[in-house]
């Protein structure tokens, strides 16, 4: 980041110090359908013991159940298939999964439960990631992963997008140099809204050249249920790295 720190765009009164303390909700509704009993069960019998409350984030190699080399943070993990994939095959990566929807949290679960070793790497906060992000010691995390977040269409609710440049400061503050920030959308006006941002931070690097670079999934990145949906167009990938 440069002395100035990171441009601002316009649009983007938030998270001023002011407007931190009355942030505004990013996400939608944290509750669906009711919850099949098993889940709700899982809820009271598992999730406890997986939980990193964001005090507990300021040592994050320190929440997992047995030592990790890196620790990788995924937000809005919606149901959990690509934090469970990737920790089947990162048996060294500690995994942050910060979602609020209870429902998601609940899917998450049920993939974990009869899975010790994983339960082991895998920390859930039922929450905001911003929290989490707060929390961290610098250059703790070596991936951020931001997927098919919600793209809120409607101009008045641009300010409630997860990309913005007050959250990129924070995530390039937790990242270290190197680390990864990962950005899959199939909104298109979400892509180039996380582009003008990510590419006006001074603290990452995109390193695409040609547009096979972004329009195919990298083979160690699993897919998600929302990319299966993708609704609005064809998805498209985005590595930036941290200076
Ligand atoms: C469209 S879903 C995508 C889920 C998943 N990443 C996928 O690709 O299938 C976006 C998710 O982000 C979650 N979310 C929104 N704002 C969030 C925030 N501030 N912190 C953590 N999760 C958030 C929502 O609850 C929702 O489950």
């Known amino acids: ?12 009164g938030i998270l001023s110090s002011r407007a931190e303390r009355a942030r505004g909700q990013l996400y939608g509704r944290r509750k669906g359908p009711k919850l099949r009993s098993a889940q709700a069960d899982l809820l009271t019998s598992l999730l406890p013991a997986l939980t990193v409350e964001p005090a507990q984030a300021h040592q994050p190699r320190t929440c997992f159940g047995v030592p990790v080399d890196d620790v990788w943070l995924e ?6 298939e690509h934090l469970y994939a990737l920790a089947q095959t990162n048996p060294h990566v500690g995994l942050i999964g910060a979602e609020p929807f209870v429902n998601g949290v609940a899917k998450l679960l049920s993939k974990l439960k009869d899975d010790v ?3 082991q790497r895998v920390r859930i906060h039922m929450g905001d990631a911003r929290d989490i992000l707060a929390a961290l010691p610098g250059g703790s995390l070596s991936r951020v992963m931001v997927l098919f977040p919600d793209p809120w269409p409607k101009t008045r609710h641009h300010k409630r ?3 913005q440049m007050a959250i990129l400061d924070a995530i390039a503050a937790a990242l270290r140099p190197g680390g990864q920030l990962r950005f899959a959308s199939d909104n298109p006006q979400y892509v180039a809204w996380t582009l003008e941002r990510v590419l006006a931070h001074d603290a990452f690097f995109w390193a695409a050249r040609r547009k096979q670079d ?12 929302y990319e299966a949906k993708a609704l609005c167009g064809p998805p498209c990938y985005f590595v930036f790295e941290r200076r």
């Open 75 to 80: 937000v809005g993990f919606g149901a959990g």
């Open 117 to 119: 070793d994983i339960q």
């Open 161 to 163: 997008r997860f990309i």
């Open 1 to 12: 980041m440069g002395e100035d720190g990171p441009r601002r765009l316009p649009e983007e």
């Open 214 to 225: 972004w329009s195919i999934r990298p083979a160690d990145w699993p897919s998600s249920r």
